[in-house]
């Protein structure tokens, strides 16, 4: 059945009159009306299962009754007060629930920021100031969000950069490490961690080791297509920081609070950074980001070189205090682990039949389903994506790609059994569709996406 989207097209129409076209990368006119737990109701009367958990950061579900509870309590008492100048308890509680639940048997402090753009512009200043090092290291495929610090960082779109540079200088890119789109050509079986030894060459001839204050990933790297590293890579990276005294930097933005099926990805390698930049899901929709560093780290940073008029605020601090509390008494990670098996067992039985089906891989409910036009080729198939997802709209599940053809699927921790698998029958039907010519072009003309 068509979805109405009279009152959504409506909004839409206006929408493209007065808002910024750089802050949109549209995919459906999807105007949300309200949600709860998994399900969402657009203006249209229109339901959908939501897969994508706006962008990662719903891992709560939508409107989570402890949460909202706790936003009610608190805007009833105080919606804000100067945490700059002075102090709120809750800022403090919730920063001492993070240095707690993150990883590493050392001193942490916190830095309480507004998204995770902000988080990453946090991590170089402290790596910076600490080290008293200029050069920062990230990867090519990255995303660390639209400032100027964390676009700086990224390397993953030109219209990102165009027209706007000068961007931060002394910011290298080294290849990300990919096992299924292997920069140097490998494969995985035979591979000797090239990307590695080219980090290690770079050392050796144009980039001074000891100029180096940090080296920022993404343990696994969302935007790029849910890309895992191998232990051997993240073991052999950590240790060239240790080496060098080079600050060991890992954004969560994405993949933290529960995602992965722990609370934070990088604890997949049993690694503990010096240094970690949180946002996204950490307050269930609320803006918040929070960078948790050794003290040390946190403590070289001077007065007032991170300082935001309503960082840590207390209604957001509330809410990211409650979606902790949620996480771990609904045992979300546990069931972030189970519906994430589910999901990559379905997928694993229409890769038999299908042969757009390339890869499947990610962590818990972080999932990347890759579609190719051939299997040994690895050529991209952009129009599947396009078409099975917009094919899925209509059909009332809510999923986007990324990279141009990664089903990107990230449902809120709290999804049922029951919707899962609905959501996936829909999902296997659209892939038959598609498979047998079924999906019109109109999608391929409405979608922009990234």
Known sequence: MEKNVNKCEEIVERDEKVISKAS?????????????????????????????????????GHSHPKVVAAIKEQVDNFIHFSTDYMYAEAQVKLAEMLTDITPGDFDKKVCFGLSGSDGNDCAIKLARSYTGRSKIISFIGGYHGSTYGALSLSAISL????????????????????????????????????????????FENYIPAEEVAGIMIEPIAGDLGFIIPPQEYMDGLYKLCKENGILFMVDEVQQGFGRT??????????????????????????????????????????????????????????????????????????????????????????EKKYDIIGDIRGEGLSIGIELVKDRETKERNDDAAIKITYRCWQKGVLLIFLAENILRIQPPLVIKKSELEKAMNILEETIEEYSLGKISDEALDMVTGW
Request: proline share 5%; hydrophobic share 40%; charged share 25%.
């Open 24 to 60: 949109r990368a549209p995919y459906f006119p999807v105007v949300m009306k309200k949600g709860r737990g998994s399900i969402i109701e657009d203006m249209d009367g229109n339901e959908y299962i939501d897969l994508f958990s706006s962008s990662a950061v719903l891992n709560t």
């Open 159 to 202: 219209n990102m950069r165009r027209k706007i540079g000068p961007l931060l200088p002394e910011i290298e890119h080294m290849p990300y490490p990919d096992c299924y789109r292997c920069a140097f050509n490998k494969e995985r079986e035979n591979c000797s961690l090239e990307c590695l030894e080219y980090m290690k060459m770079a």
């Open 261 to 350: 099926g722990k609370w934070f990805s990088i604890e997949h390698f049993n690694i503990a950074p010096d240094v970690m930049v949180t946002g996204k899901s950490i307050a269930s929709g609320l803006p918040m980001s929070a960078v948790i560093a050794r003290a040390e780290i946190v403590d070289s940073l001077n007065m007032p070189a991170h300082l935001f008029t309503v960082q840590g605020n207390s209604t957001c601090a509330r809410a990211a205090i409650a979606t902790i509390d949620v996480i771990k008494e609904e045992k979300l990670m546990l069931n972030a682990k189970k519906m994430g098996y589910y999901i990559k067992k379905r997928f694993s039985l229409m």
